[in-house]
């Protein structure tokens, strides 16, 4: 079946950059757009970015511009996450989740990956 | 602040219906998608498009849109609904997508 498997929890100190996997199975990884999405604490969900299916074009909400990198490894069915210059308000659960579309109207993310808790703390 | 808007909380009386909506002008443009979150787990599609539901997900979940609003509908809500109901769709850019604040569903 679909699955998105992402990497491990971390612990960063403030200033420094994280990188998130997120590994795809079970469909054709270069048919499909990837975005990623964060969650803090008790907060709603925020949209990050997303990376088109050949990797060469990414798009950043403004929020991230400048400190988020979206890549993939086509060869490895692996989309990636870096952010960079960490501080303790980037202490959220980030999820990768697979675009689907109709190519008109309608998009929509599934399945999603199990999510990364990235902690910020001194 | 978030270009869709959602009501914060919303109960329902376990087997009764319940309407969730999601307000924002994106939507005279594009269809939403609903995600159901479960305490400690990742979102979960559970309706998009101008009717559609994901294989696994009950029939008492729907959806519509008239205007600038998006509705999802839960007919007959069960304990297992309860939960937090996000709303989906592209910004009024169209190159950037927008999360609703979340509505957070309590079954009585």
């Known amino acids: 079946q679909v699955r998105l498997v992402q990497s491990g929890a971390e612990v960063k100190k403030p200033g420094a950059s994280v990188k998130v996997s997120c590994k795809a199975s079970?469909?054709?990884?270069?048919?499909?757009?990837m975005h990623w999405v964060r969650q803090a604490p008790g907060q709603g969900l925020e949209w990050m970015g997303v990376?088109?299916?050949?990797?060469?074009?990414?798009n950043y909400a403004q929020k991230f511009q400048g400190r988020v990198t979206l890549t993939r490894d086509t060869s490895t069915s692996t989309d990636y996450m870096e952010l960079s210059s960490l501080r303790s308000e980037d202490t959220a659960v980030y999820y990768c989740?697979?675009?689907?579309?109709?190519?008109?109207?309608?998009?929509?993310?599934?399945?999603w990956g199990q999510g990364t808790l990235v902690t910020v703390s001194s | 602040s978030s270009e869709l808007t959602q009501d914060p909380a919303v109960s329902v009386a376990l087997g009764q219906t319940v309407r969730i909506t999601c307000q924002g002008d994106?939507?005279?443009?594009?269809?939403a998608s609903w995600y159901q979150q479960k305490p400690g787990q990742a979102p979960v599609l559970v309706f998009y498009?101008?009717?559609n539901r994901p294989s696994g997900i009950p029939d008492r979940f729907s959806g519509s849109t008239s205007g600038n609003t998006a509705s999802l509908t839960i007919t007959g809500a069960q304990a297992e609904d309860e939960a937090d109901y996000y709303c989906?769709?592209?910004?009024?850019?169209?190159?950037?997508?927008?999360f609703g604040g979340g509505t957070k569903l309590t079954v009585l």
């Open positions: 989906k769709t592209r910004d009024s850019s169209g190159n950037h997508w927008v």
């Open positions: 990376i088109n299916p050949s990797g060469d074009w990414t």
């Open positions: 498009a101008e009717n």
């Open positions: 989740a697979r675009d689907n579309s109709d190519s008109r109207s309608a998009w929509w993310f599934d399945p």
């Open positions: 994106s939507l005279r443009r594009d269809y």
């Open positions: 079970g469909y054709t990884f270069i048919s499909h757009y």
